[in-house]
């Protein structure tokens, strides 16, 4: 009863795409998040009859053959790279990036780590850091008596001073782009870390070689879509209850045969 396997597989598929749905509305509120989609593909087929195969009795090829499916499979959890909407905070540290692109940070490990969550701030020393506390590459520090700081659209951070005219340039803020940014692999904390898949980073400023712009006082809120997610989870339950069904339906068939005397 081949049934029984193929509905459990049914099962497990639908349970995975509740998982992802539970995350992306678990979500709704996180900054620079976006909407992931859980991917599919049928199992192996076994071949009763292969199709184009030659019958034995007079020679005539099969036009179709008898292939019997045996489930389907997890392929992969895509991430929908959709902007999410830009919100007014007013924060200096605030940034929200316009189009593609990622802040580089570098983790406790050394190693550098990618994220669009621009709602940065200052470590006791006056470098800016995510968060979490990690520093963001290039590092900048801001004077104790600086006023106030200015971000450019092109990454430029400039400090104002009380006893000053004119700003001072304090450095220049990069962004990262990749070849293929659904290869990044997630670590949690809004970052990112890249992969053989995603290729290596190209580090440029804001606005050059297709990445995006910075905006000053503005964070990206979530691309999920509440309305669409639901639907997302009204279909998987459904999925789960039919597949159930199955299960149900060749219990009782086995348990008929059982019965036979």
Do not use: C, W
């Amino acid at each position: 009863m081949r049934a029984l396997q193929i509905a459990a597989t049914g099962m497990s598929a639908q349970q995975t795409r509740v998982e992802v749905v539970s995350n992306n509305l678990a979500n709704m509120s996180t900054t620079g998040y976006n909407a992931r989609r859980a991917e599919f593909a049928d199992l192996h087929y076994q071949q009763a009859a292969r199709p184009g195969s030659v019958t034995a009795a007079d020679g005539t090829v099969i036009p179709a053959g008898v292939q019997l499916g045996l489930g389907v499979r997890p392929t992969a959890v895509s991430v929908n790279l959709q902007q999410g909407a830009l919100t007014a905070t007013g924060g200096d540290l605030d940034l929200a990036i316009e189009g593609d692109g990622y802040l580089e940070v570098t983790l406790p490990s050394g190693l550098p780590g990618y994220t669009r969550d621009g709602g940065l701030k200052r470590s006791p020393d006056g470098l800016i850091v995510t968060s979490d506390g990690y520093p963001v590459v290039p590092e900048i520090t801001i004077p104790d008596d600086a006023r106030s700081i200015s971000i450019s659209a092109g990454g430029e951070v400039n400090a104002y001073f009380n006893d000053r005219v004119e700003p001072e340039l304090l450095g220049q803020l990069t962004l990262a782009g990749f070849s293929n940014e659904k290869g990044l692999e997630a670590i949690g904390s809004n970052l990112f870390i890249e992969t053989a898949a995603s290729g290596g980073a190209q580090v440029v400023n804001p606005g050059q070689d297709g990445l995006g712009t910075l905006r000053q006082g503005y964070l990206e809120e979530s691309s999920v879509d509440a309305v669409r997610e639901v639907t997302e989870l009204i279909k998987a339950q459904r999925g789960y209850e039919l597949n159930a069904k199955v299960i149900t339906a060749a219990d009782q068939m086995l348990g008929a045969t059982t019965q036979v005397r």
